[in-house]
């Protein structure tokens, strides 16, 4: 397999199985950060919710990292920040800043039937749409990887609120 934006794309894999083989146990993988003023590794947030000019974000990112001899992988994946998740469940979300939020859909101790994943809310069809939207424009550039989902506890927080946080200790149970 060819990667067109990693120049030894064949010898970083070879490390990772190395690496997850054992065979280099005294090894390390190197990963060189590159900001140039203008292209910065999570510059596609600036554009969320808008596919195109996230993927055109990545791109310019792993243009300009191709030819360096490190181990990143060259990976592109949906991710329109921590809020998305709730809108999984019902939640309203919402972008901006190179974010996304949402306000919670209630209080899931004394009602748990309110946060019921939606397999066809707005939420999922956008991050299905950007999806296909990478997988159909990337011609090997670069690495499709599944959706970036974010922490659980991020998405009781989106649901719960900041009661969260206090449920472990108030409601252990």
């Not at 397999?1 to 997850?20: G, P």
């Not at 306000?103 to 939606?118: I, Q, R, W």
């Not at 956008?126 to 939207?133: G, M, S």
Request: with cysteine; net charge negative.
């Amino acid at each position: 397999m060819k990667i067109e934006y990693k120049a030894n794309f064949q010898q970083v894999l070879d490390r990772y199985q190395q690496l997850w083989d054992g065979r280099m146990a005294d090894g390390i993988l190197a990963r060189i950060q590159v900001r140039d003023g203008r292209v910065q590794r999570d510059a596609f947030m600036a554009n969320v919710p808008d596919i195109p000019e996230m993927f055109d974000d990545y791109l310019d990112y792993w243009r300009t990292t191709a030819k360096l001899e490190d181990d990143t992988l060259p990976v592109i994946a949906p991710s329109f920040g921590t809020g998305i998740e709730g809108g999984y469940f019902g939640a309203d979300v919402k972008f901006g800043d190179g974010t996304s939020w949402c306000e919670h859909t209630g209080d899931l101790m004394e009602h748990p039937e309110k946060a019921v994943y939606n397999p066809d809310s707005d939420s999922v069809n956008l991050v299905r749409k950007c999806t296909k939207y990478y997988i159909d424009n990337n011609q090997d550039r670069c690495i499709v990887a599944p959706p970036n989902i974010d922490c659980p506890v991020d998405i009781l927080y989106m649901l719960r609120g900041s009661g969260i946080y206090m449920d472990f200790i108030d409601n252990p149970d």
